[in-house]
């Protein structure tokens, strides 16, 4: 027979277990216990909670004599909070030395500039390019993984207090292979700019190559603007490459920009990074 002692303290252990799950629940942490507190290889946790997406910004000076395909900022609008369950996000984006592995193992088409399914040598930790979207999806889910949604990607570029660029407000352009500045003229290899990680720990979201996401290409929630790339046409593509659009501006480096790029083709600067469900 239990001892009512034995009894109350049953009772206290099984009150302390709810207040437990309830407060993991409603802040969004993690316990040691739960699936997606085990660290998966090459991944950043990215938890759970809101944060800004999205921007007001509008441009008091648009350009003169050069053709944008879009105004500036218009898509970004409006800033919003948005909420999102834990998921993980590659560290890194995707080597050709992980592509090759996938181009091996499951016989696809290696990228176009790639010779006898080999890389160029000093590539390996370069990010992959020339990728279609279809191509990259294929990938993750080799992986076991996804290709992030446009609102991931942003969270984990630029945290929860919606800050202009991964590491801050001010553009630097030291921090990131955006080809504005500095030495260097091509790819670097993933990892290369500790000081432009994220405030979770993420590398290259901004520069070295632009990345899609799963989303399409359309207005925000509240967005009234029209656009004819709105639609199922294009999908959205993050980040920035190293050889930007063409001008020298950070405003495509800023976390909040967005571009486009029709889905069955693989852009010379593009590459991608995958995602995964926090609890799976």
């Known amino acids: 027979m239990i001892r009512p002692r034995v009894w109350a303290w049953l009772a206290l252990v099984a009150v302390i277990g709810v207040v437990v799950v309830l407060a993991a629940r409603a802040t969004g942490r993690t316990w040691p216990w739960s699936s997606h507190a085990i660290p998966k290889p090459g991944m950043v946790l990215i938890p759970a909670g809101e944060f800004v997406m999205g921007s ?3 441009d008091p000076h648009p350009p003169k004599g050069f053709v944008m395909l879009k105004p500036l900022y218009v898509d ?4 919003r909070k948005v909420s999102l ?6 560290r890194y984006e995707v080597t050709n030395a992980q592509y090759r592995e996938f181009v091996q193992a499951r016989r696809v088409v290696a990228p176009p500039f790639w010779e006898n399914d080999q890389y160029p040598e000093g590539a390996a930790e370069q990010p992959v390019t020339q990728v279609r979207w279809d191509q990259a999806r294929a990938f993750c889910q080799w992986k076991d993984k996804r290709l992030p949604s446009e609102a991931e990607w ?3 570029a630029r945290g929860s207090d919606g800050r202009e660029f991964p590491w801050g407000e001010a553009f630097d352009v030291t921090l990131a292979n955006t080809g504005m500045g500095g030495d260097r003229k091509a790819l670097a290899p993933v990892g290369s700019y500790e000081g432009g990680k994220s405030p979770y720990g993420v590398y290259d979201m901004i520069g070295n190559v632009w990345e899609w996401v799963d989303d399409w290409y359309g207005p925000y929630p509240g967005n009234t603007a029209s ?3 709105y639609g199922e046409k294009f999908k ?5 490459g190293w050889e930007g659009i063409h001008h020298d501006s950070p405003t495509q480096y800023r976390a909040a920009y967005r571009f486009f790029a029709p889905p069955q083709v693989g852009l ?3 590459g991608f990074r995958c995602a995964k469900d926090a609890r799976k």
Request: charge should be negative; aromatic fraction near 8%; charged fraction near 35%.
């Open 236 to 240: 959205v593509v993050r980040g920035g």
């Open 268 to 270: 010379a600067d593009g």
């Open 76 to 79: 970004e609008h409006p800033a």
């Open 154 to 156: 942003e969270k984990a």
């Open 56 to 58: 007001d910004k509008v």
């Open 85 to 90: 369950a834990a998921f993980w996000i590659d």
């Open 227 to 229: 656009s004819d790339h």
